[in-house]
């Protein structure tokens, strides 16, 4: 790092504004940026592209993943709420068999009554 003609410590450099490190960038008040003179070169582009696609395919991923999990939250509602009829179908008919089974066992026996 250096300012000027006076060269500065390591640590020192990145908090005086306006210095320039030797990899092409300047530090200011507002953090490194990239000086003019220095472009990106083809293997910094390609990277980059390559970067941004695997941020891209992860974001469709993501949002895949998203509409999967919302069907299945539907589809896991729709399965309780059929759980819930079944089981009131099945109380309902099991109170029809024990309503038929007492009324079998009381007409029987009415009916031993009068054979009596």
């Known amino acids: 790092y250096s300012c000027g003609s006076f060269p500065l410590p390591v640590l020192v450099g990145p908090l005086i504004g306006g210095c320039t490190l030797r990899l092409g960038y300047s530090t200011t008040a507002l953090g490194p940026r990239r ?6 070169g083809p293997e910094e582009m390609e990277a980059v592209q ?3 696609q695997q941020v891209s395919e992860a974001l469709q991923e993501y949002e895949s993943l998203d509409r999967q999990l919302d069907q299945l939250a ?5 399965m309780e709420s059929r759980s819930e009829q079944l089981t009131q179908d099945a109380r309902q008919l099991l ?5 038929a089974r007492t009324s079998r066992q009381n007409g029987a026996a009415a009916t031993e009554a009068e054979t009596d």
């Open 35 to 40: 000086l003019p003179g220095r472009e990106k």
């Open 50 to 52: 390559e970067s941004q």
């Open 74 to 78: 539907d589809y896991m509602s729709v």
């Open 95 to 99: 109170q029809e068999v024990r309503e």
